[in-house]
């Protein structure tokens, strides 16, 4: 009972970090989440001019968390917002610009060589886990022999040569190693494995098991490994071309307005 209570001690501190951490992203940060906390309660700032000062704060964050654009200053919340209104603007060009920073401020040449580099070493690195993982045969163990691999399954081995001078890929059932054991000539590949298959006892069948279950969940890890990073790339690569988008958008209205005004 004690161990049961601790372990949803700890499941319940893991949710609420967790919570945490998804409150303070959607706010653009930890002390933004705290300030927004701090104003719900009621706590504020004596000092009229620092009671103003938070008010412009408070209005730049909700603006930033209800449209996720990325603003520093309130003027151009303002002029965002009227480009909003007078449909100059659209809301969807601003989906995913939130991590790349203010809106307003054209990115830097090292800013776009940084965001191309790590999309890019996202799809690669994904890649290289995905090419791992199809190796990894389901529903099998992997033994080395020589320069041959074979496969063993609970029911068959499937032999599998990479010699460049002598390339093969066979299967063979329990049904087909207790017929073909006396016709398999020693040290073989064949009759290696076929071997292995036939000897196993209860207790090898119960390892086999085992692993062949370890292998699969392996398999399995670096499959959704690789679809994380695989995504991860594709998601900095979408972001940052919809940040430069939007951006462009942003600075070409707002230097409309100043040669209207």
């Given at each position: 009972m004690v161990s049961y209570n601790v372990t949803n001690v700890w499941e319940l501190i893991v949710l609420y970090l967790l919570v945490f951490v998804v409150l303070a992203f959607f706010s653009f940060g930890k002390s933004n989440l705290m300030r927004l906390i701090a104003h719900y309660f009621k706590f504020g700032y004596s000092d009229k001019k620092l009671k103003r000062l938070d008010r412009k704060w408070r209005d730049i964050q909700l603006f930033k968390i209800i449209n996720g654009i990325n603003v520093s200053g309130i003027k151009d919340v303002k002029m965002i917002?009227?480009?909003?209104?007078?449909?100059?603007?659209k809301t969807s060009d601003f989906f995913l610009t939130r991590f790349w920073g203010d809106i307003t401020e054209p990115p830097c040449i090292t800013k776009t060589m940084s965001a191309v580099l790590a999309g890019i070493l996202y799809i690669i690195f994904a890649?290289?886990?995905?090419?791992?993982?199809?190796?990894i045969v389901e529903d099998a163990i992997a033994i080395p022999y020589k320069n041959m691999m074979y496969h063993?399954?609970?029911?068959?081995v499937l032999l599998f040569s990479d010699n460049k001078t002598d390339k093969f890929y066979k299967a063979?059932?329990?049904?087909?190693?207790?017929?073909?054991?006396?016709t398999f000539v020693t040290d073989t590949l064949p009759a290696i494995a076929c071997n292995k298959l036939l000897q196993l006892n209860e207790e090898d069948s119960e390892w086999l098991s085992q692993e062949i279950k370890d292998n699969n969940s392996h398999?399995?890890?670096l499959l959704i490994i690789s679809l994380v990073y695989f995504t991860s790339g594709l998601v900095i690569l979408l972001s940052y071309t919809k940040f430069l988008y939007a951006n462009k958008k942003v600075v070409e209205y707002k230097s409309s307005n100043k040669n209207h005004s």
């Open positions: 917002q009227q480009g909003l209104i007078d449909g100059k603007l890649c290289c886990i995905h090419n791992e993982q199809s190796a063993v399954y609970n029911d068959k063979f059932s329990i049904a087909d190693c207790k017929r073909l054991q006396n398999r399995k890890t």
